[in-house]
């Protein structure tokens, strides 16, 4: 069975930085793509980031720029790196693994708080 970790969410200043991790157990090694969807309240999950086992990387508009996801393969894990924060990146981030024939798991989520 898939099991998706989260690590490294918190508060962080406008301006600020935070590293999100996700590792993966129980995967088919490297045919999965990853990604990072973001939740705020009142409001539908949306996608932040996401790549490829090809290593091809998609962002949201309102993140290009900002946020870099990476992964490891030797580790099954994925990273988002967020700088330059703003209020409006606040929100629960949830990590999503999704193999090429259509089984999705999802990570419990991590709480991401901008404020000053």
């Known amino acids: 069975q898939v099991q998706l970790v989260e690590s490294g969410g918190g508060l962080a200043q406008p301006g600020g930085s935070l590293r999100l991790s996700c590792a993966a157990s129980?995967?088919?090694?490297?045919?999965?793509?990853m990604g990072w969807y973001r939740q705020a309240p009142g409001k539908q999950r949306d996608l932040v980031a996401r790549i490829s086992s090809s290593d091809i990387t998609d962002y949201r508009d309102s993140v290009k720029g900002r946020f870099t996801i990476s992964r490891d393969n030797a580790k099954n894990t994925v990273y988002l790196q967020m700088n330059s924060l703003k209020p409006e990146d606040t929100a629960v981030y949830y990590c999503n693994l999704l193999y090429p024939f259509g089984v999705t798991y999802w990570g419990q989520g991590t709480q991401v708080t901008v404020s000053s």
């Open positions: 129980g995967v088919i090694a490297n045919i999965y793509g």
